[in-house]
């Protein structure tokens, strides 16, 4: 089981896989494991947003176990999560922003 930081920009945080890109993003959740999954909304300039991610999550019934949405675009953010709200299992939890640092000090602490 792994963890996903999905950024073009950002590096990922300790514990986590980065994904530079949606097509990147979207295989590794069709083909693992995924406990966390960190979304970026603004993938750059021509690229598929975080939106694409959030509908083919949905389509596809590709959730993991948590997922955050650490983008730094509020619009972005609240597109996401629209998609994703109604839709969401509920077994998967859904944070409405980025993990908390507590949170992210427990995941790399697991990795260890």
């Known amino acids: 089981m792994i963890n996903v930081f999905m950024d073009d920009l950002r590096k ?24 966390v999954l960190s ?22 019934h590709l959730f993991p176990r948590e997922i955050a949405l650490h983008t ?15 839709a969401i299992p509920r077994e998967t939890k859904l944070h409405h922003g980025p993990l908390s640092v507590e949170r992210l000090r427990q995941l790399a602490e697991s990795c260890l």
């Open 72 to 86: 730094s675009s509020s619009r972005g953010r609240r597109e996401m999560y629209e998609i994703l709200y109604p």
């Open 39 to 60: 979304l970026d909304y603004d993938m750059g300039p021509g690229s598929l947003s975080g939106t694409e991610v959030a509908a083919r999550m949905v389509l596809e």
């Open 12 to 35: 990922a945080p300790p514990g986590f896989a980065l994904a530079r890109s949606v097509e990147e993003c979207l295989l590794m959740l069709r083909e693992c494991e995924i406990a």
